[in-house]
């Protein structure tokens, strides 16, 4: 069942709404501020929106995946990427069918990555 569109312009007016209220914030500033990303420790609060992650190395750093857990019974815990199990990634992939394009592609690139790097260490292995 896919979500509603009509979720999105609201959500897109109170960003709007906000940032009107202080203009001179950077987005990712905002986004902190509205609990929309975590404020982690070079993350992405002092990010400006034209210097944002575009390769695959520094976006697994800073791109986050929120879970309730199985069942979604627990309490939300936020990972990075580079930080989620293989397991985790690969069920997500799987169940979650309103998953952004963004997402998909950096969960699949995250996963094709690790298989490169397995590879690579068994080979040096020998």
Same mark, same amino acid.
């Given at each position: 069942m896919a979500r509603s569109k +009509? =979720?999105? +312009?609201p959500f897109l007016e109170w960003i709007e709404k906000e940032w009107n209220k202080q203009p001179d914030v950077r987005f990712t500033q905002l986004c902190v501020s509205l609990n929309i990303v975590p404020n982690t420790p070079g993350g992405w609060f002092y990010q400006e929106e034209y210097n944002l992650p575009e390769n695959f190395e520094d976006v697994r750093k800073f791109l986050t995946w929120g879970t309730y857990g199985k069942g979604g019974k627990t309490k939300l815990k936020v990972a990075y990427l580079k930080d989620m199990d293989k397991d985790h990634i690969e069920a997500c992939l799987k169940t979650q069918e309103?998953?952004? &394009? %963004? %997402? =998909? &592609? %950096?969960?699949e690139l995250e996963l094709e990555y690790r298989r490169r790097r397995k590879k690579n260490a068994n080979s040096l292995d020998k």
């Amino acid at each position: 069942m896919a979500r509603s569109k +009509k =979720r999105i +312009k609201p959500f897109l007016e109170w960003i709007e709404k906000e940032w009107n209220k202080q203009p001179d914030v950077r987005f990712t500033q905002l986004c902190v501020s509205l609990n929309i990303v975590p404020n982690t420790p070079g993350g992405w609060f002092y990010q400006e929106e034209y210097n944002l992650p575009e390769n695959f190395e520094d976006v697994r750093k800073f791109l986050t995946w929120g879970t309730y857990g199985k069942g979604g019974k627990t309490k939300l815990k936020v990972a990075y990427l580079k930080d989620m199990d293989k397991d985790h990634i690969e069920a997500c992939l799987k169940t979650q069918e309103t998953m952004s &394009e %963004y %997402y =998909r &592609e %950096y969960f699949e690139l995250e996963l094709e990555y690790r298989r490169r790097r397995k590879k690579n260490a068994n080979s040096l292995d020998k």
